[in-house]
């Protein structure tokens, strides 16, 4: 398996395979087609659907997603499943305004639709926990805390130098801090890191004096936040030359920490 993978990494079986490929070659082609506009708040409209996917891989590890529909919610295929649900919705739309919040524009018909999706997931997650008596808030609560306090510091720091990134600047610099910190919670709750490279680098700090202080996760937390901000300076001539393809390639950075470090926060809830 790739060290970039996290453990149980797996293709559906094959109608499932095959029902994701036609939805994304569809909403693929239809997209091509269209091409809807891309602006900043478009890109960050479409967090509540990278924290939808999310929450569905934690169901699906706590084995609280329904027999019939449970390898949609496997990973990776639950973040294909959502994209075709999200652009489909987008396709629906991509005649609005792209920069407007508002019901009449694109962004905030995608987050008010990734919200509901988000919010009823959660919910299932939580009746499933109570259920089964796992419900343990207090962890990620502390962890979603301390993320919005640090992105918020480090975004004061150097925002007068890449602030033209924005919106998606803000969420891919909070998406890696999130995902270290509640990845730092996850294995002082006792979880283990499923990414084999991830994993190495937690091990290789745990080794180092300031494990002491900071938690065995301390260096994976620093190479995130540091990672994170190394991006946004190297992004921010692009997004000022080209606002929509770099807000796009920006909103990508953030997926791939925003959607591990919500499963995190989701996962720990309710398991």
Known sequence: MSP?????????????????LVGLGAVGLGLRRRRPTVTPAVAGGFAPWM?????GYALYQAEAVPDAVAPLFGNPTVYATTFVVAGVLW??????????????????VLALAGSVCFAVLVGVGIRHALATGTVTPAGPVRALALSVVV??????????????TGLPGVLALFGHVLDGLSTAQGIALGFGEQTPLS???????????PAAVFGEAWLFVLVKAVVATLVLFAFRG???DEP???SLFLGLVAAVGFGPGVHNLVLFTIA
């Open 51 to 55: 924290a939808t996917g999310a929450a």
């Open 91 to 108: 396709l629906a739309v991509a005649d609005r305004p792209a920069d407007a919040w508002s019901l009449t524009g694109v962004p905030g």
């Open 4 to 20: 970039l993978l996290p453990a149980g990494t797996a293709l559906p079986p094959l109608p499932y395979l095959l029902a994701v």
């Open 199 to 209: 994993a190495a680098l937690i091990e290789a700090g745990h080794g180092l004096p």
């Open 238 to 240: 692009y997004v000022r």
């Open 151 to 164: 992105t918020g510091s480090v975004w004061l720091t150097v925002r007068s130098r890449v602030g033209v």
């Open 244 to 246: 929509g393809e770099g």
